[in-house]
């Protein structure tokens, strides 16, 4: 191969490969970049989870102490009810000593 044709042989298939150098260059850091946008995300993502998590979790002990409130609330009107229950029997029962004593 002389000289002229190996100078025309680089020339030809020269600027295309570093075309094709450049090209793929360009790819990797794009790929790159967007690998630690990737990772930035996941990790904004992954302190908004836990973020949620301590919510969810407050959240539950509120429904639970509220849970609980209704449940001693529900007892105590039982107790009253029973109390108001024995009140009026007792009233009914004066009321009934009464009307018998005015007979």
Do not use: F
Not at 30 to 43: A, L, P
Not at 56 to 72: H, V
């Amino acid at each position: 191969m002389e000289l002229e044709q190996a100078m025309v042989l680089i020339e030809r298939i020269g600027l295309p490969a570093i075309i094709i150098a450049v090209m793929c260059y360009y790819v990797m850091q794009t790929q790159k970049s967007h690998r630690e946008e990737i990772i930035r995300w996941e990790e904004k993502d992954t302190l908004g989870d836990t973020r949620l998590i301590d919510v969810i979790k407050e959240q539950n002990k509120m429904n639970a102490g509220t849970a609980q409130a209704l449940n001693d609330l529900n007892t105590s009107n039982k107790d009253v009810t029973k109390s108001n229950e024995r009140l009026a029997s007792e009233i009914k029962g004066m009321a009934e000593a009464l009307m018998a004593r005015k007979r």
